[in-house]
Each structure stands twice: as structure tokens, then as C-alpha cells.
């Protein structure tokens, strides 16, 4: 089956770029620096259902994708989190915290309704990804 982003994900992701397997979107709530992973495979729910290639390829990006954006946003922790329960289709949530951010030190979810990203501040977001020089990443 063909890969299409769920609906969920059109809605609240801005598209940052992608990798070899996963496209990568930047959640559409400013408070925190959040971004998500999705595997371009069709019907794909859970981590289990990718290929024993595929898992590892999406664990290797997600690797590098995480170290850099704990540099770019200069943070504290990172969250990864494959959750799915809303939203069925594969997508890997990484979130850099921060102690003073307004969750912490709990879960972001739920905590605050989402602030909308300005046009210039998600060009900013693009920026510190671009400066990173992901390996493998191709900004768009």
C-alpha cells in the first residue's frame, strides 16, 4: 500500500524534511520544540509492523535526528514517545524539554491547548535544522 500522511498529522505537522524512511514534521504548538517522525510506508501502525530493515533504519534516524535537535534547541531531556493512540498511523513524537518548560516534569499532552507557530518563527525552527548538517536529512 501507498504512503499517505494521516489527516492528524497534515493538520498539526509542518513539514521540516525527511530522511531515506521517515518524513519528519514539526508539531504545530510552539511551546515546545516537538517534532515527529513518520515512517513513508503504507498502513503501518505500530514498530512491529516495519520490516526487521525498516526498524532499524528508523531507530539510526532517529538517532541522529535527536542528537541534533537537543543541540539545536539546547535541551535538557528529550522525550520519545511512540503513542498512536489517537492517531493510528506509525509516528515517532520527539520532544525536547526543558525544567521550565509548563509540563515538566510530566507529559506535555493535554497539559495546555496548542499556540500556533508565526511563519517567522518556523523558519527559525528550519534554520537550527539546517545548521545541524543531519547526515542523511534533506531540509525542505
Not at 507529559?107 to 518556523?122: C, F, R
Amino acid at each position: 500500500m501507498s504512503f499517505t500522511l494521516h489527516p492528524d498529522l497534515q493538520r498539526d505537522g509542518i513539514p521540516m524534511g525527511e530522511f531515506a524512511l521517515c518524513q519528519v514534521l514539526l508539531i504545530n504548538d510552539a511551546t515546545y520544540p516537538w517534532f515527529v517522525m513518520v515512517p513513508k510506508r503504507g498502513d503501518i501502525s505500530d514498530t512491529i509492523d516495519l520490516t526487521d530493515v525498516d526498524h532499524a533504519q528508523l531507530w539510526a534516524e532517529s538517532k541522529l535526528f535527536s542528537a541534533a535537535i537537543m543541540t539545536a534547541f539546547d535541551g535538557e531531556k528529550l522525550n520519545v514517545a511512540a503513542l498512536g493512540n489517537m492517531t493510528p498511523q506509525l509516528h515517532i513524537h520527539h520532544i525536547v524539554r526543558y525544567k521550565s518548560d509548563p509540563a515538566w516534569p510530566g507529559p506535555i499532552w493535554g497539559k495546555l491547548p496548542m499556540v500556533a507557530y508565526k511563519p517567522s518563527s518556523i523558519e527559525a525552527v528550519k534554520a537550527k535544522l539546517s545548521e545541524q548538517n543531519i547526515e542523511g536529512f534533506t531540509p525542505v
